[in-house]
């Protein structure tokens, strides 16, 4: 890999946004990857290696109930991928609220971790814009850190690739 140091990269955004999907195409074809499901009912984190790249893929729509399980992800993270679903404009104030409830979190708050977003699912007739997602995301508070969006069509992977370079750049 082109890293010589452990990175832990969490992919984040509600159910349904594309992360499983999306993930598939960064995720070596081989079976040699890790692959868990923790056991907890209703509660489910998928994580998987790659190189040196460590990657945790939480649900941000699952129940309030699980969330203090979540700081043990957010302590140790250099990286944010958080993928919104460009067509889903009912749910992307949600999307927005979660995306605060991270950016505030004493784990996160003061940290430069880069986050990049996927305006997901752009085949789809009427999606978002980047410029759109970003603008109703309200992403030109983030000030701390630097953040990237690009759209995706996590299906085919068009749009994957160009949006990890971003990220892998800035974890050089
Ligand atoms: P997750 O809950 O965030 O892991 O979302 P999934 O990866 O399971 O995807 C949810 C649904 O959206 C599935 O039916 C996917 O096939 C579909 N989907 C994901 N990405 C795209 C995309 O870029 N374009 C389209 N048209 N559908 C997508």
Not at 91 to 118: G, Q, S, W, Y
Request: charged share 25%; net charge negative.
């Amino acid at each position: 890999g082109f890293l010589h140091y452990e990175v832990k990269i969490l992919v984040i955004g509600l159910d349904n946004s594309g992360k499983t999907t999306l993930i598939n195409h960064i995720k070596p074809s081989n079976t040699s990857s890790t692959f868990e499901v923790t056991p907890t009912v209703g509660y489910q984190v998928e994580e998987f290696s790659k190189h040196n790249l460590n990657f945790t893929i939480l649900d941000m729509s699952g129940e309030s109930r699980y969330r203090n399980l979540w700081e043990t992800y957010y302590e140790n993270v250099q990286a944010i991928i958080f993928v919104v679903d460009s067509t889903d404009k009912v749910r992307m104030c949600v999307a927005r609220d979660e995306l605060d409830e991270l950016l505030n979190h004493d784990h996160v708050k003061d940290r430069t971790c880069p986050i990049l977003f996927f305006a997901n699912k752009m085949d789809v007739p009427g999606a978002c814009t980047p410029v759109d997602t970003m603008k109703s995301m309200g992403l030109e508070r983030i000030t701390n850190k630097a953040w990237h969006i690009t759209s995706s069509n996590a299906i085919t992977g068009l749009g994957v690739d160009e949006g990890v370079e971003w990220l892998a750049e800035k974890l050089i």
